[in-house]
Every structure is written in structure tokens, then in C-alpha cells.
């Protein structure tokens, strides 16, 4: 299958070299009036400028979709075939792209565009390639657009669906005064040389990924195959549709050095590209030009060795998509960021520096006078700035994405194989419940697939499932290698990857645990090493669970009480900090909670008595006094119903916010050994009966201890906000109280008195053990606590 595809991407790319995308001067019916008119009022979201997303992407505009997709009501005759006007317009728009849908076509189409500056831009609209399109940017609120057919298309052939809305012109100038203008000397007549060479390599490229516009750098690189192959970054392109969006500007750099001046007509290309190979977990993407590059456009040459400590290393790229830029630096060690497995290139910069846009650009090291490409910008450190331009920044190995792409690049013939290596090669074949589709589905149980192979360097295996209805999916191998994997939603983009699930069991296996919606999805199995193989057996299951409700959770007119709620399959382990009829703390807890046919959970309400907090452990005994509900409304309030000793209260509750973002919680099937977020039920397993909820908006953690007084009687206290050390991801501190106020039932309610009385201190080994530190009124008390696991799947909360 995919050398049909790929031969199809390569004689499309041959049928566009012939006829070059580049900009023309005119359009074919220039007086032509517009037959669509798409005029959107202004936009309600006022941003300008840029913006970095979460990503670390630069974002420079947004997607305002139609209300209903306006088609094109008839075409003009023209010489040597038909024309179509549409004009668009966004109020305030700093520039314009217009979405395209096609129907039925009947072959390719010339587009040309033009806005304020009145400079056409043309590209070739070809249905083998895409099913949408994009037209070029043009500066300005409006775009006037001509569409060109050699033969006269249907009614239904083209629809306008939506505009691009542009905060900031991609030609923006922001890059910051650190940076290093590629148009200057570095002052080495041999890095001058090379830097000159190398710049003709990279281009700035805009694109449109999940409603919004953004701007990367990328690279032409020289393979095997000779094709007009391009490097970026995963978190840039990774999925077909936003590699079909891209536009390109080469050679953009000042005039002159320290100029501040741009060319004011960039050599641009317009005719999107096709994604080849992407792999989350390295943070690359290969992606192929649907044309060729502009004259004077140079290959840069990939060396795929693994760089040496202390190696020299060069940028460039377009910071904040501004002029090209170079940076000077040194390659320091590996290491991983949070989210992706596989290690990467930490490196510090000596001179210049990189920023947003620049992701996706190369890093390279010098070789016989010339520059070759040895990784890609994945991110940098959150303080890298001019004031501290040496904070490490990270690229993904070509070393390790090498090996996957050679098959691609004319570098390796395609070896025996035991399955694909990318969604897009299973995107076309029908869904079938044997062979390489997994037969999963709802309630089917575990899956089993043995005798899988990573038959040679490089090779990842990609498994499709479907859902009839969501579900929570376990996916993880058992095998004596260590595997990485990754979910992979219907597009081709990644989910979540994973290298070592239970990693302090010393299992190099991987495993991921999350909720997937009905439809198609696909799980990829790679090894962690780049030249690794062997055997290993996968493993699905899925689990019908909701939503996770693990969070602490109040009524806002009621402060000074509450209940945490740890929630672990279908079970739910609620503990209700309150007050006794004389004002005194104390707690009541639903130990297993049971999901209900209405979707609520229910379960007897306990008050124990125990050991007093600071002296040896004798154990506890349990009263029932009552029931607890929680009827959830959607997944932010609640219903809360209990009785205590006859007496029924119903409250409504609502998740509790106290600093910044709240964490999202799903689940785990495994240890959470790198988990970073330590949000759910705590105890020491030697002493069951007291225990702690810890609640964790990034770096402030809500702690609710419940124990025993002197006299046995249910007691708690509370660390409110409690800090992260500025010396370790893994420790906090904090205050502790204990607070008085209105008996549980009391209506009106009054306000809780909190009294200092001590602090605690919580020091994590890993995501699943530490050490619990606190004192009350001078008494000291330490304990090892783990996570409480009592239903699987467990919890596992993140940002």
C-alpha cells in the first residue's frame, strides 16, 4: 500500500515541477465580478498579534467557520476553460486564507489570490492530493480569489466552508534583540561560509492545525531518493491536513545586517506539502512537497550518528517567524521532557538563541565545511530568554527517527514486515476483525495478539481498533524488550505515548491507559532503542467507566467544609470533612461507593475511631451511620445526599478551584511511577484506617488528613496551600489548620474558624510513594505513604 501512495506523492510532485507554484501577475478574468461574496461580521475573539500555545507553538491567527458552506453557483467561460470569483472578507484581519471543500471535480484547478497589497498568489488545487484546501495568504481584511478550470466543473464541485483569520501578518518582525540575524558575520570565515549555505536549506512555513494558524521552521533535506523531501517538527505537522494547509517562504532574511529590514516580497511556495512518516514520541515529521522549491533553494545533508558530549552545534531557524537567525552552542547530554519516551538532545547556546517558530528547525554540526542536520527543535526550557539565553533547549535524534524514515528516503529497501508502519497505511483498507485489526470492542475483555516482531531497526507496528461506543482502552506489550507505544487517533496524530508503564517493577514494557471515543483508533509499538528488535506479545482491554471524578469538592456559599472524592473504576471512596453538633472536626467516609443504573454512586457511610494520631497503631473500628450519593451533573457539580445518624443533608457541590488550573484526571492501569501530579487517596498501607487526599493545581497542593484525636474520635486538619519546593519537582510544604464551625446539618450556614496549628511537609520519592511529615501543637509525625489503590483502573491526574 504504501508504495502505491508514494508513488502517487512522487508523480504528483513531477506533474507540479513541470508547471512551478509560484506567484503570477495576473489573474485570467481580472474584471470578472465576484460570484460568491463571503462577508463575516467582526470577530467576537478580539485577540491580536501573536501568541504561543501550550505546544509551544507561535500561533498568528484563527479559523472562523460558516455557518453553512457556501458552494460556487456557476463558472464563466474563459480562455482555454472556466473562471470563478469569490471575495472574502474578515473585519480587522491582518491576512486572509479561504477553506476550499471539494465535491465532485473534475481534475486539478489553478487558484490564484490577491489582498491589499495586490500581488497575486497563485497554487494548483489537485483532488488527488487533498479533499480540502487552502488558498494562499494575502495581507489585508479581504481576498479576492480566481479559480481556474480547464473543464467546466459541477455546481457542487467547490464549497467555501472557512476563513482563516490572521492576528499577526507572517511577516511579522518580533524575533528579540539576543538573537543573531543570519544576514551578519559570526566573525568565522568558515561558520559564515557554511551559515550562508545552510540558510538556503530552511524555510518558514504557516499552516493550519485544529482551528488555528501557526508558524514553524523547516528543512529541504538531501536523501537517497532525491526528492523534494522536507524535516519538522511533530508538534508542528502531524497530521494530513495540516501538511496539505502549509505555505512556504524561503530565503526571508534582512536585507542587510542589522538592517531590521525584510524583503518585502518573500519567494514563497503555495502548494502544501504530503506528510510522509511522523512519530510523537521523537517529535519529527518527514513531509514531501506537492512542488519543487525555488531556484537557489539548497538540500541540507543528514548525518544520522549519535552526536558526542561537548560537540559544537549550530541553529537556524525563524524565531517568532521573523528574519532567519542563527545561534552557537554546544551539545551538553540527553534527556526527555514529561510527555514524549524517547530521549532527546539537551542543548545550550553560547551566542544567539532560539524562540517560538523556531520549533521544527535543525540542529547541525560542522562537517568537511559544511553544516549537516542532526535533530529537529522539539522545546526549550520555560526560562530560556535574553537574560538567560543559555537555558537548555531540546531536539529530537535524527539518530533515532532515522532508522524509521530510511525505507521512505531511498535509503533502505522495505524489509519483510509482520505489520504497517503508520496509520495511513491502514487508512483506506476496510475494517475487518482478523488480521492486523485488533477484533476490541466494548466489553469484549482482554485482547491478545502474540508472536509480534520489531523486525529491524527502525520498524514500528501499527494495530487498528474499533469502538462501537467510548470506553476506557489499557493497551501495553509483555515481552523481555523494552517497547514504546503510542495511541493515535483517526487523523494519524498522537494521544499519548508511553516507554515504561510499571518502571519501578523493573518492566521495560509499555502501557497506557486511556478513554477514547466510538470509532476508529490505532496503538503503535516501537522500540525504545533506534537499532533494537525482538518479540513481544501485546495486550488490549477496554473498561465501560466514566468520567473521573477524583477532586475535592464544595458548595462555595458553605466554606469550611468538604468532600474528597477518589474515584477508581466504577468505584468511588468519598470523605466528608465536616463538624459535629458541638462544632469539633471530624469525618465521615464512603469507602465503596457503587456505581448505580442512573449513573450516580452510592454506598454506607462509616465513622471510625482509632488510634490517636501520634502513638502506636492499634487499628480501628467502624460505625455505620448512614448512606452517601453522589449524582453527578454533567462532570463540574453535583448532588450530594447522606444521612448521618438519621438526619439527611443534600448539598450542591462543585468541583473546588483554588490555584490556576485545575488537573484533568483519567486513568492508569500501572504503577504512575513518573507521574508529576500527585492528586488522589494516600495512606500507609501497615496502617489502614486513617489516610490523606492531596489535591494539586500545579504547584499548590490541598492536603485533607483524617486521623484520630487523643481520644480516638475522628480528627482533621488541613494544609490549604501548600507550596512546591523551588528545589524539587517532588517535595511541598505548607501550613496546617485545624478548623471549628457549624454542625454538619446547621442551615444557615456560619463561617469555619481555621487555627494554625502545626505544618506539614510532603516529600515524593516518585509518582507513587513519599514520605508524610507534619506537626500538631509541637508533637512531630512522620510516615511512608503510598497511593491507595482499591479498583482498577486507578487514577491518574496531569495537566
Not at 539 to 561: H, I, M, Q, S
Request: negative net charge.
Amino acid at each position: 500500500m504504501f508504495r502505491t501512495f508514494f508513488a502517487a506523492c512522487l508523480a504528483a510532485a513531477a506533474t507540479l515541477a513541470a508547471n512551478p507554484v509560484f506567484a503570477v501577475e495576473r489573474f485570467h478574468a481580472p474584471s470578472l465580478a465576484p460570484s460568491v461574496r463571503v462577508e463575516l461580521p467582526a470577530p467576537g475573539d478580539k485577540r491580536s498579534g501573536a501568541t504561543i500555545a501550550a505546544d509551544g507553538r507561535l500561533q498568528i491567527g484563527f479559523v472562523r467557520a460558516l455557518d453553512k458552506s457556501v458552494s460556487i453557483p456557476h463558472w464563466n467561460a474563459a480562455e482555454g476553460g472556466y473562471v470563478a470569483r469569490i471575495e472574502a472578507s474578515s473585519p480587522d484581519a491582518q491576512g486572509l486564507r479561504v477553506k476550499l471543500d471539494l465535491g465532485t471535480v473534475p481534475g486539478a484547478f489553478e487558484v490564484r489570490a490577491a489582498g491589499s497589497d495586490g500581488v497575486v498568489q497563485s497554487a494548483t488545487l489537485d483532488p488527488l492530493l487533498a479533499n480540502e484546501f487552502w488558498t494562499p495568504w494575502t495581507p489585508g481584511e479581504t481576498q479576492s480569489i480566481e479559480i481556474f478550470s480547464r473543464v467546466a466543473p459541477s455546481a457542487d464541485a467547490l464549497h467555501v466552508s472557512a476563513l482563516l483569520h490572521f492576528t499577526e501578518s507572517p511577516l511579522a518582525k518580533a524575533a528579540a534583540a539576543c538573537t543573531l540575524s543570519t544576514a551578519c558575520s559570526a566573525n568565522d570565515p568558515p561558520y559564515d561560509a557554511a551559515i550562508t549555505e545552510r540558510k538556503k536549506s530552511i524555510m518558514r512555513i504557516q499552516f493550519i492545525d485544529g482551528g488555528g494558524a501557526f508558524v514553524c521552521t523547516a528543512t529541504l533535506i538531501d536523501t537517497p531518493a532525491h526528492a523534494n523531501f522536507v524535516l519538522t517538527a511533530n508538534h508542528c505537522i502531524n497530521n494530513a491536513s495540516s501538511a496539505t494547509s502549509v505555505n512556504t517562504f524561503w530565503f526571508y532574511e534582512e536585507t542587510s545586517c542589522g538592517s531590521g529590514v525584510a524583503p518585502l516580497q518573500p519567494t514563497r511556495t503555495n502548494g502544501g506539502m504530503q506528510i510522509v512518516f511522523t512519530n510523537f514520541n521523537i517529535d519529527s515529521t518527514l513531509l514531501l512537497m506537492n512542488g519543487n522549491p525555488p531556484g537557489g533553494a539548497l538540500f541540507a545533508p543528514l548525518n544520522a550518528a549519535l552526536l558526542a558530549k561537548g560537540q559544537s552545534v549550530v541553529s537556524v531557524s525563524h524565531p517568532r517567524g521573523d528574519t532567519s537567525r542563527y545561534a552557537i552552542g554546544a551539545f551538553q547530554d540527553q534527556g526527555r521532557d514529561a510527555d514524549r519516551p524517547i530521549d532527546m538532545y539537551l542543548v545550550s547556546y553560547t551566542r544567539g538563541m532560539i524562540e517560538p517558530g523556531s520549533s521544527g528547525s535543525g540542529l547541525y554540526t560542522m562537517n568537511n565545511g559544511h553544516l549537516e542536520l542532526r535533530g529537529v527543535l522539539s522545546q526549550a526550557e520555560d526560562s530560556l530568554s535574553c537574560s538567560n539565553p543559555t537555558a537548555l533547549t531540546l531536539y529530537a535524534r535524527l539518530e533515532a527517527f532515522y532508522p524509521e524514515i530510511a525505507q521512505y528516503i531511498g535509503a533502505q529497501t522495505v524489509a519483510p514486515d509482520d505489520a504497517p508502519n503508520r496509520p495511513q497505511d491502514l487508512f483506506l483498507a476496510p475494517i475487518t476483525t482478523t488480521g492486523l485489526d485488533v477484533p476490541l470492542d466494548l466489553q469484549q475483555g482482554t485482547v491478545r495478539i502474540d508472536n509480534r516482531r520489531i523486525d529491524y531497526a527502525g520498524d514500528l507496528d501499527v494495530y487498528r481498533f474499533f469502538l462501537s461506543n467510548p470506553a476506557v482502552v489499557t493497551v501495553y506489550t509483555e515481552s523481555a524488550i523494552d517497547t514504546v507505544g503510542t495511541l493515535i487517533d483517526s487523523t494519524g496524530s498522537a494521544i499519548a505515548a508511553n516507554d515504561d508503564a510499571n518502571f519501578l517493577t523493573g518492566d521495560n514494557n509499555f502501557g497506557l491507559t486511556q478513554r477514547l471515543g466510538a470509532g476508529v483508533h490505532y496503538v503503535s509499538v516501537g522500540h525504545w532503542d533506534p537499532q533494537g528488535t525482538g518479540t513481544y506479545s501485546l495486550r488490549l482491554k477496554t473498561e465501560a467507566v466514566d468520567a473521573n471524578y477524583t477532586d475535592l469538592w464544595w458548595n462555595a456559599a458553605e466554606p469550611g467544609w468538604g468532600v474528597n472524592f477518589n474515584h477508581q473504576g466504577n468505584i468511588l471512596f468519598g470523605t466528608l470533612f465536616t463538624y459535629d453538633s458541638s462544632g469539633a472536626p471530624t469525618w465521615l467516609v464512603m469507602s465503596s461507593g457503587t456505581k448505580q443504573p442512573d449513573g450516580s454512586y452510592q454506598g454506607d457511610l462509616y465513622q471510625l475511631r482509632g488510634s490517636p494520631f501520634n502513638g502506636p497503631w492499634t487499628g480501628t473500628t467502624l460505625t455505620t451511620v448512614g448512606t452517601m450519593k453522589f449524582a453527578p451533573v454533567g462532570t463540574e457539580n453535583a448532588t450530594l445526599t447522606y444521612s448521618f445518624n438519621g438526619t439527611q443533608v443534600v448539598k450542591s457541590i462543585t468541583r473546588q478551584v483554588f490555584a490556576g488550573a485545575p488537573p484533568v484526571c483519567g486513568w492508569s492501569a500501572f504503577d504512575r511511577s513518573f507521574t508529576l501530579n500527585f492528586q488522589d487517596l494516600w495512606y500507609d498501607a501497615a496502617e489502614p484506617g486513617w489516610g490523606m487526599n492531596l489535591t494539586q493545581h500545579g504547584d499548590t497542593m490541598f492536603a485533607t488528613l483524617f486521623v484520630y484525636g487523643s481520644d480516638g474520635k475522628p480528627q482533621w486538619y488541613v494544609m490549604s496551600a501548600g507550596k512546591r519546593s523551588t528545589s524539587s519537582l517532588l517535595a511541598f510544604s505548607g501550613t496546617l489548620y485545624r478548623t471549628t464551625g457549624p454542625a454538619f446539618n446547621a442551615s444557615p450556614w456560619t463561617s469555619a474558624q481555621p487555627t494554625e496549628v502545626g505544618t506539614m511537609k510532603l516529600d515524593f520519592e516518585n509518582g507513587r510513594k513519599g514520605t508524610l511529615t507534619y506537626t500538631v501543637n509541637g508533637t512531630q509525625v512522620v510516615k511512608p505513604i503510598v497511593r491507595q489503590v482499591f479498583s482498577t483502573p486507578a487514577t491518574d491526574c496531569g495537566s
